[in-house]
């Protein structure tokens, strides 16, 4: 099992920059890929980003590709999701994710097995 604990989130306006933390416990040495997904009021979960644990390319969502910036630190067991340039429609919970073996499709819900609880992100106009 691993545990995953998202933090940093908060109120900021259109613009700003913000980082968020995911804190990953327990089997952390069993974890293929890392993932951050968000959920607006209403609409479903939405992929954001995604890393292999290992290393390796990126991978990110079109309505965040070159404003944000997924990264892990293996020796911390943390992951992080550095947010610029900040829009109003990025408001949403954030949420860690985490799988233990591969995944053909990184960027649907279903391919993660472990989550954090979620952090709120809100972002004025």
């Known amino acids: 099992q691993v545990q995953l604990v998202e933090s940093g989130g908060g109120l900021v306006q259109a613009g700003d920059s913000l980082r968020l933390s995911c804190a990953a416990s327990?089997?952390?040495?069993?974890?293929?890929?890392m993932a951050w997904f968000r959920q607006a009021p209403g609409e479903e979960r939405e992929f954001v980003a995604a890393?292999?644990?290992?290393?390796?390319?990126?991978l990110y969502a079109d309505s965040v590709k070159g404003r944000f910036t997924i990264s892990r630190d293996n020796a911390k067991n943390m992951g992080y999701l550095q947010m610029n340039s900040l829009k109003p429609e990025d408001t949403a919970v954030y949420y860690c994710?985490?799988?233990?073996?591969?995944?053909?499709?990184?960027?649907?819900?279903?391919?993660?097995?472990?989550w954090g609880q979620g952090t709120q992100v809100t972002v004025s106009s």
């Open positions: 327990g089997r952390t040495f069993s974890i293929y890929r």
């Open positions: 890393i292999r644990w290992s290393g390796g390319s990126p």
């Open positions: 994710a985490a799988n233990g073996q591969f995944r053909s499709t990184y960027n649907v819900g279903a391919s993660y097995d472990y």
